[in-house]
């Protein structure tokens, strides 16, 4: 570490003085710096403090303190840097300030924090960076942590960060976890940079990760970015999480950016889940929560599908999108699909869910759900379904749709059942399908569809069943549909319009 201080007497007769202090370090195991560096001219003085610390196979440490106080100007930068690469656990860890005080005994403190971490058997990296540049007027500071890793069965990366002074601050967190049940590939990653010149504000968060390999699949993530300065936005918080559960090959999927800048923000979350194998369950979720001094507003989507069947070849995936532009346009997307297929006389199934709400969000709140459940039995079956719903701020779509098949001799069926649900602004519309075709007799082929959909305020309702046998024995078709779209609001006014 190297420490250089000087003073001088200036053309107008101040005196001045500043300092210097730097330091690096380098190791296999760990890297420490602890360096501080301050001064006073009278009554005048500013201090600094620059500690970092990091932790792995390959370990840097940088720090760097300038402090200078010329009349009444006292300015002072603080740069810190931690880096690490290794296998298994690596932490890079930073802490550091300034404080100064002027002629009245007023006194003026920033902060600069930063931790980044990681955990993969594989491969793990860690990186934090700050700079603080202060002076009794102004604040300017920049900020940047990363953290990866790579892991077989397990991976998980984090980062928490911050800077400012008094009410001009920014903070950033985030965190990504995933496991596989049988040693498959994880990888997770969590970056965050964040800038503050003067009274503006820009703040970053992003959230990566992927989990796969054969059995059961999981990723979780939630992340946090924070700006004080932000004039209609304070806080973005967004989370995603999946589960994907078969008896064959899964994957799960994470993406998510969140940013601050100005006085808007920005929020996407992508989380998704697959699996492939004769029994399958798909969970996914995702949300943003956007929080401010006038209103809190949440934004979420869900889904699972769950289906079981005995082809190997049998599937099913789960999507979620949430979104919120800096124009406040509001988009979500949660969209099921699956196929369940059977042989040798066993039964084949498949069930979906997909959710979407929005509360809170300029003064409006609005919903929706779509359902299918699907069912088959005979030799040979084969049930497929899809459905989605969709928020784009405007208006609310969706689609269920559900379709099965059966095959063979003696007693066989199918059943579908398609459910619809939207609600905006108290106004609802809802519609349920559901049919059944059965049949007992040689080489008979049976089969059903449920369909219903609401595309723009337009209605689609679909229900089908065929039977169909070539060799004796009875058969039979039942189908049933109820169907509601009604709008809650006129129906209230034309009660009362009847009553008078």
């Given at each position: 570490?190297?420490?250089?201080?000087?003073?001088?007497?200036?053309?107008?007769?101040?005196?001045?003085?500043?300092?210097?202090?730097?330091?690096?370090?380098?190791?296999?195991?760990?890297?420490?710096?602890?360096?501080?560096?301050?001064?006073?001219?009278?009554?005048?003085?500013?201090?600094?403090?620059?500690?970092?610390?990091?932790?792995?196979?390959?370990?840097?440490?940088?720090?760097?303190?300038?402090?200078?106080?010329?009349?009444?100007?006292?300015?002072?930068?603080?740069?810190?840097?931690?880096?690490?690469?290794?296998?298994?656990?690596?932490?890079?860890?930073?802490?550091?300030?300034?404080?100064?005080?002027?002629?009245?005994?007023?006194?003026?403190?920033?902060?600069?924090?930063?931790?980044?971490?990681?955990?993969?058997?594989?491969?793990?990296?860690?990186?934090?960076?700050?700079?603080?540049?202060?002076?009794?007027?102004?604040?300017?500071?920049?900020?940047?942590?990363?953290?990866?890793?790579?892991?077989?069965?397990?991976?998980?990366?984090?980062?928490?960060?911050?800077?400012?002074?008094?009410?001009?601050?920014?903070?950033?967190?985030?965190?990504?976890?995933?496991?596989?049940?049988?040693?498959?590939?994880?990888?997770?990653?969590?970056?965050?940079?964040?800038?503050?010149?003067?009274?503006?504000?820009?703040?970053?968060?992003?959230?990566?990760?992927?989990?796969?390999?054969?059995?059961?699949?999981?990723?979780?993530?939630?992340?946090?970015?924070?700006?004080?300065?932000?004039?209609?936005?304070?806080?973005?918080?967004?989370?995603?999480?999946?589960?994907?559960?078969?008896?064959?090959?899964?994957?799960?999927?994470?993406?998510?950016?969140?940013?601050?800048?100005?006085?808007?923000?920005?929020?996407?979350?992508?989380?998704?889940?697959?699996?492939?194998?004769?029994?399958?369950?798909?969970?996914?979720?995702?949300?943003?929560?956007?929080?401010?001094?006038?209103?809190?507003?949440?934004?979420?989507?869900?889904?699972?599908?769950?289906?079981?069947?005995?082809?190997?070849?049998?599937?099913?995936?789960?999507?979620?999108?949430?979104?919120?532009?800096?124009?406040?346009?509001?988009?979500?997307?949660?969209?099921?699909?699956?196929?369940?297929?059977?042989?040798?006389?066993?039964?084949?199934?498949?069930?979906?869910?997909?959710?979407?709400?929005?509360?809170?969000?300029?003064?409006?709140?609005?919903?929706?759900?779509?359902?299918?459940?699907?069912?088959?039995?005979?030799?040979d079956t084969n049930v497929t379904g899809q459905g989605f719903v969709l928020m784009d701020g405007a208006s609310t779509n969706?689609?269920?749709?559900?379709?099965?098949?059966?095959?063979?001799?003696?007693?066989?069926?199918?059943?579908?059942?398609?459910?619809?649900?939207?609600?905006?602004?108290?106004?609802?519309?809802?519609?349920?399908?559901?049919?059944?075709?059965?049949?007992?007799?040689?080489?008979?082929?049976?089969?059903?569809?449920?369909?219903?959909?609401?595309?723009?305020?337009?209605?689609?309702?679909?229900?089908?069943?065929?039977?169909?046998?070539?060799?004796?024995?009875?058969?039979?078709?039942?189908?049933?549909?109820?169907?509601?779209?009604?709008?809650?609001?006129?129906?209230?006014?034309?009660?009362?319009?009847?009553?008078?």
């Open positions: 570490m190297q420490q250089q201080m000087g003073m001088e007497i200036t053309s107008d007769g101040n005196v001045a003085m500043n300092v210097t202090s730097n330091g690096n370090a380098t190791g296999a195991g760990s890297s420490n710096i602890d360096t501080s560096a301050g001064g006073n001219v009278g009554n005048t003085n500013v201090d600094n403090v620059a500690n970092v610390m990091s932790i792995g196979d390959s370990a840097k440490s940088y720090s760097d303190i300038f402090a200078a106080v010329e009349g009444e100007k006292i300015t002072s930068n603080v740069m810190q840097q931690g880096k690490v690469v290794g296998q298994g656990a690596t932490l890079s860890n930073v802490n550091g300030g300034s404080s100064m005080q002027n002629r009245n005994g007023e006194r003026k403190n920033g902060f600069s924090f930063g931790n980044a971490g990681g955990t993969g058997s594989i491969n793990t990296e860690a990186e934090v960076q700050t700079q603080q540049a202060m002076s009794w007027d102004q604040l300017m500071a920049r900020l940047m942590a990363s953290a990866s890793a790579s892991g077989a069965g397990s991976a998980q990366s984090n980062v928490d960060l911050g800077t400012g002074s008094g009410d001009n601050n920014i903070t950033i967190s985030g965190l990504v976890s995933g496991l596989n049940s049988n040693q498959g590939t994880v990888n997770t990653l969590v970056k965050g940079n964040g800038i503050i010149n003067g009274t503006d504000q820009n703040v970053v968060g992003t959230m990566y990760g992927i989990s796969s390999g054969k059995g059961n699949s999981t990723l979780v993530g939630a992340s946090s970015i924070v700006s004080n300065q932000s004039s209609s936005l304070g806080e973005i918080q967004a989370f995603g999480n999946s589960n994907a559960y078969s008896s064959g090959n899964t994957s799960v999927n994470l993406m998510s950016n969140t940013n601050i800048e100005s006085d808007s923000g920005l929020g996407v979350v992508h989380i998704d889940g697959e699996g492939q194998g004769t029994d399958n369950y798909i969970v996914a979720s995702n949300g943003l929560k956007f929080v401010n001094s006038n209103n809190d507003a949440a934004f979420m989507g869900s889904g699972n599908v769950r289906g079981s069947g005995s082809d190997e070849n049998s599937k099913a995936s789960q999507s979620v999108d949430t979104a919120v532009d800096p124009s406040g346009v509001v988009k979500i997307i949660a969209q099921s699909d699956g196929q369940s297929i059977s042989h040798d006389g066993k039964n084949a199934s498949l069930t979906f869910n997909d959710n979407g709400l929005v509360g809170g969000w300029r003064n409006s709140s609005f919903s929706g759900f779509a359902n299918g459940v699907g069912s088959a039995s005979g030799k969706g689609n269920s749709s559900m379709q099965a098949f059966g095959t063979g001799t003696g007693q066989i069926s199918a059943d579908t059942k398609a459910v619809l649900n939207v609600v905006e602004n108290g106004v609802q519309r809802n519609g349920t399908v559901n049919g059944i075709a059965a049949a007992d007799g040689n080489n008979t082929n049976v089969q059903s569809l449920s369909l219903i959909s609401n595309l723009d305020g337009f209605e689609t309702v679909n229900n089908y069943q065929k039977v169909s046998s070539s060799g004796a024995g009875s058969s039979s078709v039942s189908a049933s549909s109820s169907t509601i779209f009604k709008r809650k609001k006129r129906f209230a006014v034309l009660s009362n319009m009847l009553k008078q």
